[in-house]
Structure formats: structure tokens, C-alpha cells
């Protein structure tokens, strides 16, 4: 693996007199006069289950196929998910000291009896009884040995991920739990014996079979499923696995086994959800003030069978129905939509959950669409789609009395979570979308009209789908926020600052975003996409971005994605953050994105362009009040490869504190989790591995300064000056 390169920093300093090197610019800003109020709600998170962001991501549960259902699953590929009986997905049959027995995946002894929540088109191609089909593993042990059982991997590597190609299920069979050395971690799993009268031992053990923790002992398995728990105390740091073994002879069967640790390594000491600490603090960082879920093109499906039903994702964790997601993996549905509500909660963001329409994904064709020919499929659609939008309304913001606020308040939150957004479909289009849209937004704006709905304008910024889907939303949707999503490169963010401005033209139909309709824009997933996340692309990015907030009295909402990627398994080409089991990078992407998101109750200021002997080709800025406690923030983008010294003069006669934070590096190649593209548990890691981040945010403090004071905008650089 190549040494992560330290990018040199440009020193910021207070300037009186010209440098050589160093072009003069002047900033004259106006305090007094106020342009429009910034949206409130500009700047947010899109979280899709995408990239293993979820399971063996933000999930902090670490047990890969828990309760043995990635099994015979409908439309994977041949190699995809566990085919056999006798193989089990993420997990390795451990057989010790002439130990003799057989472990079979059998379905005749259910765990629990799940509920039949939706009433599943009966005419499609799939059998809707393997939604419910559960399975467990069955021990038969003639000879114990030293123990006779299986081994939870969890989450890491395959051999190779180039054998993958683009399939992203990660049957790990090399120790992958990310244990750490005096940590505890609580254990669950649920036994059922058949007459057994042997113990059953868990431990975590290394790759070498060297025992990592201390033995939790069950003396007696019940004939009857009972949950059992206990905690392990890790002994050292390295990458584990939880073995599970019967000790004697006899028959017993193993199902839904967990493993998290201790509160203090989750977030908010596990109160708001099972999520993993170190992800959710980068979250906490961004200040979101909302968060779209569960997808894109993951809340669609890639076909019938994988498309997202929340109801399967609420109650008991041991209950929910888990599923083969859009991007080819397991969601075991741990983390469901009551834990994105938590999340979005804890993180002060409004929740903007994503819902689809019956019909799947443009980017498989089509795969299925929801008839409405009969009676008895328009009763369908009603009861599944209709209904699944408007149960999920109660589910937030019923009271407990209702039949979903009743269960939202058993899971833990009496209080609603005052739902004020959903969205209907993603990079859809077409007449079949459109006609089931329609059912969608009368009933919910029948019973519901203070709910914002999101609609869609396709999956390009512009374009034949574009035009047509907003020629359907200007006629008959104006009331919705139109998400826009577009991966772009370099040229195309630095060249579109006034997209949104007044007047400016909209998409290939003559028409303009108009502010005297109440129509608005979501942009919902932006990137740019390709570069890897290299520097370059955050300044393009950020230049785009403070046009955005120079016209968000149009575009009320925007969020990058994808939001997390898991290093082996992208399939994305830019991620606003990488990770792996034991840490994460924050791109540069992400720091623009913090430091561009301060500054609540915001106002545009009217700012004058830096002005020189020199036009700028690439320098942006963007100035804002916080008009309840009147601090300035100054944002600039110098994308250009020479420093600026820019006399900056603040009309208002005040007197301000000023600091400046910036990121900046004369190499725009770098990228912030470097090139390799395997992490902490592969074995051709050396020791140059590294969570080192090459290029962040740099503080310099200015001072007190009034109506005039000069910063040096260095080279390549992303900023803002906050004066207090």
C-alpha cells in the first residue's frame, strides 16, 4: 500500500502589504441590507443502504446473517447467497478435537410466527411464502470432542473482492469482528434443545484458534426456543470470530444471534438506536437538518421481491423480514425504519423517509409494476401501497391511541416524530409511475395536507425524462419539492452557479424556476461522481454549493451521496465517507460540506465579487447573518493554483472577534482514504496503513477587526471566516 501523502499547508496570515506572489482582491460587504432568509433546511444527509453502509456499517451489530436467512434467496446469482443446507452464509463449521456432527439450515422449527402485514400480488412470478419461510440451524453431534458447532465471521473481507465482481454479498470466512482489547460485548442468541442434556460454551477466538475472551457457559438448553445472554470481555485487539459449540451428544437448534458493544462504544450509549459510534459522531459533525432514507434506488427494489415495506421492519428485531436489497446484499431489517427515525432524531435532523410506489427501479427495466387493471388489483395497490404511506404518517405522528403511534410507543417513543416530509418513488418516470403517483398523493393529501410531498425529476438534470417529469409536476403537483439528482464532473459544478437563479432557464421546455409558484427543489443526490474523492473534485463541489445557498429561496434542500461506503464493497465512485471496522476517512468533500453548513436563523448579504486588476475565473463566495445573533460568515472557493490577498470591508460599523477556517493543498490529486481499496483486516495490510486524513480543515486566528481587515485566500483552497 502506497504511504498516504502529507499535503503541505499554506500559512494564513494577516497581509498589510502586497506579496509578489499573492494577486489583490477586494470583498465589500453590506450588513444592513438583507437579501433572502437561507433555507432552514438547506443543508442535510441522504442515507441509502448502499455501499454495506448498514449491515457491517452503521449497524453496530456484528453478526453477519444473524438469524440465518440469506438461504435460498429469490434473483441472487448462483453464487450469491448460501445454496446448501450445510453452508452457511458468514459463518464456518467448527469441529475440534475429533469432534464429530452435522449442522443443517432447517425451517420446520420457527423461531417466532411472522405477521402477514401486506397482502402480495398472488399473479407475480415469485412465491410470496418464501417471505416467511424462516430458518435455524439444527445440530446433531454424535461425538463432542472439545466441541462441535459454528463460528460467526461477521463483517470483513473475501478472499478476493475482484471475485465478487459486482456482487456485494460478503460471505466472510476469514475472522472479521473488529474486537477491541478490555471492551465487553453482549451476546444473545436463542436455543431450542430436542431432549439435549449437554452444555453449550461461546467464545471469541483469533484466526489462529487462540481464545480471545473469557467462556460464556449455558448449563441447560430448554425444549422450548429461550433467549440466552451473556457478555464477553475482549483480551486483545484483533480481529475475532464468535464460536458457538455443544459440548456433549445430542440434537439442539441455534437461531438470531447478536453481538454489540458495551453502551460506551455506541452512539448516544445506545439510547438512540444500535449504531455504531464513530460514524454517527461524523454524522453529528455535518449539523444535518434533514435525512432522506432508506434510498434511491434502494427504497424502489430491483424487482418485486426486494422492494422496501416498512411494516417488515418494525416490532421485535427477531420478527422483521429481512431481504436481497437493490444493491445485491442482505438486509437483515436489524436497523429498520423506527431506528432511522431514532437516528434522525438524535441527530436534530427532520426524517424524510422514501417510499416506493409499486413500481421498481428504471435501472432494471421496470422489473415490476404494480397492476391496477381489476378491482382486486386496484384493492391491492390500495392496501399495500395507499395504505403503507398513511400507516407510516400515523407511525410518526399518531397518537399513542392510534393503531401505529400505539406501536411506535411500545417500541420505546411515545412522542411522535413529527413527520412533515415523504417521498413517493425516486428517478422515476413514465405513465405507469406517474398514474400510480397520482393514487398516492391525493389519498395522503386527503388525510394528510400539511405533509410536504417529494416527487421526482427523473435521475438526470436535464433532458427528455426531465422536461416531462416536470411537465407533469407543473401541472398537477405544484405543491411538491421536486428531488433532482445529477453526477456530474469537474466542469459541469463550476459551470452551473446560476442553475437556480432567477430567471434562469429550466431543463429544455422554455420555463424557468419560478418563485411565484410554490413548487421548489430538492436536490436530493449530488456528486461528483468518477473522481474518487479526490481534493479537485471538493473544490468544483463546494463552488457549486454556495450557489446553491445563494438561490435556496428555490432549492430548499440538498444532500451528497452516496453518504458512506464501506472500503471493498463500492459501488459508487465518490463517498462523502469511507470506513472500515475499526474507522473511517472524512473526505474532503465532507469537511466543505461542514464547514459550509454553519450559522442557523441564516440571511444572504449583499457581496460584491472579489474585485482586482484580475478577473477570477474560479473564486466563489457566498456572505451570511445570523440575524438572531448577528455573526458574518464569508465562504470562498479559490480554485485557482495562486493565492489571493483580499481586503475585505464590512459596511455597519461593528466591531467583530474573526477567525478563519479553510481547507487547501497544491496537489488536487490527493484523496483523503487514500487508493487502496481493502482495509484493517485484509492480510496484505502493512504498516503504512493508516486512518490519517491527508488534508483538513486548518484554524487561524484573525482577531479584532472592523469595517476593514485583509486574509490571505491561499491557493486551491475551501473556506469561511466567521466574525462574532
Keep these: ?94 469441529q475440534t478435537d475429533g469432534a464429530i456432527g452435522e449442522a443443517h439450515a432447517v425451517s420446520n422449527r420457527p423461531l417466532v410466527t ?70 465487553k460485548y453482549d451476546v444473545g442468541l436463542y436455543l431450542q434443545g430436542d431432549h439435549y442434556k449437554g452444555k453449550v460454551s461461546v467464545w471469541l477466538e483469533d484466526i489462529n484458534g ?122 437483515s431489517q436489524y436497523v429498520g425504519f423506527y431506528e432511522y427515525f431514532l437516528m434522525a432524531e438524535s441527530l436534530g435532523a427532520s426524517p424524510l423517509p422514501v417510499l416506493n410506489n409499486g413500481v421498481t427501479c428504471q435501472f432494471v427495466g421496470h422489473s415490476y409494476i404494480a397492476p391496477l387493471e381489476t378491482e382486486a388489483d386496484r384493492k391491492r395497490f390500495q392496501d399495500i401501497f395507499v395504505n403503507d404511506a398513511l400507516d407510516l404518517i400515523e407511525f410518526c405522528n399518531g397518537p399513542v391511541s392510534s393503531k401505529w403511534g400505539k406501536l411506535r410507543a411500545e417500541m420505546g417513543h411515545p412522542a411522535p416524530f413529527n413527520l412533515k416530509y415523504l417521498g413517493v418513488g425516486n428517478e422515476n418516470q413514465g405513465k405507469e409511475f406517474w398514474e400510480r403517483f397520482d393514487i398516492m398523493y391525493k ?66 421546455a422554455g420555463l424557468t424556476y419560478d418563485r411565484s409558484r410554490p413548487t421548489r427543489v430538492f436536490v436530493g443526490e449530488f456528486a461528483n461522481n468518477g473522481t474518487n474523492n479526490a481534493y479537485h473534485s471538493t473544490l468544483a463541489e463546494a463552488a457549486y454549493w454556495l450557489s446553491l445557498e445563494r438561490n435556496s429561496d428555490m432549492v430548499v434542500m440538498a444532500a451528497y451521496a452516496p453518504l458512506f461506503c464501506k472500503k471493498g464493497f463500492n459501488k459508487w465512485g465518490a463517498n462523502l465517507i469511507w470506513f472500515d471496522n475499526r474507522g473511517l476517512w472524512r473526505t474532503t468533500n465532507y469537511y466543505y460540506q461542514q464547514l459550509f453548513s454553519e450559522g442557523g436563523n441564516r440571511a444572504l448579504l449583499p457581496a460584491d465579487v472579489l474585485k482586482g ?8 463566495t457566498s456572505a451570511t447573518i445570523d440575524t438572531k445573533t448577528g455573526r458574518l460568515y464569508l465562504k470562498f472557493v479559490n480554485a485557482e493554483a495562486t493565492e489571493k490577498n483580499v481586503t475585505i470591508s464590512i459596511a455597519g460599523g461593528r466591531q467583530y472577534d474573526a477567525e478563519m477556517e479553510y481547507m487547501t493543498s497544491a496537489d488536487t490529486s490527493i484523496k483523503n482514504q487514500g487508493d487502496a481499496n481493502y482495509y484493517s483486516s485484509h492480510p496484505d495490510v502493512d504498516s503504512s496503513f493508516s486512518y490519517h486524513e491527508a488534508i483538513t480543515p486548518q484554524t487561524q486566528p484573525i482577531g479584532k477587526v472592523s469595517d476593514r481587515f485583509t486574509i490571505v485566500m491561499p491557493q486551491n483552497s475551501v473556506g469561511i471566516v466567521r466574525l462574532k
Design 114 to 183: 411472522l405477521e402477514r402485514k401486506y397482502d402480495y400480488d398472488p399473479n407475480d412470478k415469485y412465491d410470496d411464502e418464501k417471505r416467511y419461510v424462516q430458518y435455524c440451524v439444527k445440530f446433531d453431534i454424535q461425538k463432542a470432542g472439545k466441541g462441535f458447532g459454528i463460528a460467526a465471521n461477521g463483517y470483513g473481507i473475501t478472499s478476493s473482492t475482484r471475485e465478487r465482481g459486482a456482487i456485494y454479498s460478503n460471505n466472510t470466512q476469514r475472522p472479521s469482528l473488529a474486537v477491541e482489547s478490555g471492551v
Design 210 to 331: 487462540t481464545i480471545n475472551s473469557n467462556v460464556i457457559t449455558i448449563k441447560k438448553v430448554t425444549d422450548n426456543w429461550k433467549k440466552y445472554t451473556g457478555t464477553l470481555k475482549a483480551l486483545r485487539t484483533v480481529d475475532s470470530r464468535l464460536v458457538i459449540t455443544g459440548q456433549s451428544a445430542g440434537t439442539f437448534y441455534l437461531d438470531f444471534v447478536t453481538m454489540l458493544p458495551e453502551a460506551s462504544h455506541l452512539w448516544n450509549n445506545g439510547k438512540s438506536g444500535p449504531f455504531r459510534k464513530d460514524m454517527m459522531e461524523a454524522l453529528a459533525k455535518l449539523h444535518p437538518t434533514f435525512m432522506r432514507f432508506p434510498g434511491g434506488c434502494a427504497s424502489e427494489g430491483p424487482n418485486y421481491f426486494g422492494q422496501v415495506f416498512w411494516k417488515n421492519s418494525v416490532g421485535k428485531p427477531e420478527e422483521r423480514i429481512g431481504f436481497r436489497n437493490h444493491w445485491g446484499y442482505w438486509t
Design 443 to 508: 389519498a395522503i393529501k386527503a388525510k394528510y395536507p400539511d405533509i410536504i410531498i417529494v416527487s421526482t425529476a427523473g435521475a438526470r438534470d436535464a433532458g427528455r425524462e426531465f422536461d416531462a417529469n416536470y411537465a407533469e409536476i407543473d401541472t398537477k403537483y405544484p405543491d411538491t419539492y421536486v428531488d433532482e439528482h445529477y453526477y456530474k464532473g469537474d466542469d459541469w459544478f463550476f459551470s452551473q452557479g446560476n442553475r437556480y437563479a432567477p430567471g434562469a432557464k429550466r431543463g429544455g
Design 613 to 620: 486588476d484580475e478577473a477570477d475565473a474560479k473564486v466563489y
Design 1 to 94: 500500500m502506497k504511504r498516504i501523502i502529507k499535503t503541505v499547508l499554506c500559512l494564513v496570515s494577516l497581509c498589510t502589504s502586497a506579496f509578489a506572489q499573492t494577486e489583490q482582491r477586494t470583498w465589500a460587504i453590506d450588513v444592513n441590507k438583507l437579501g433572502i432568509e437561507i433555507s432552514p433546511t438547506l443543508s442535510g444527509i441522504f442515507f441509502e443502504d448502499i455501499n454495506q453502509s448498514l449491515d457491517g456499517g452503521i449497524c453496530a451489530q456484528m453478526i453477519q446473517n444473524n438469524s440465518f436467512q440469506a438461504y435460498n434467496v429469490p434473483d441472487g446469482p448462483a453464487n450469491e447467497f448460501s445454496q446448501s443446507d450445510t453452508v452457511f452464509f458468514g459463518w464456518t463449521i467448527v
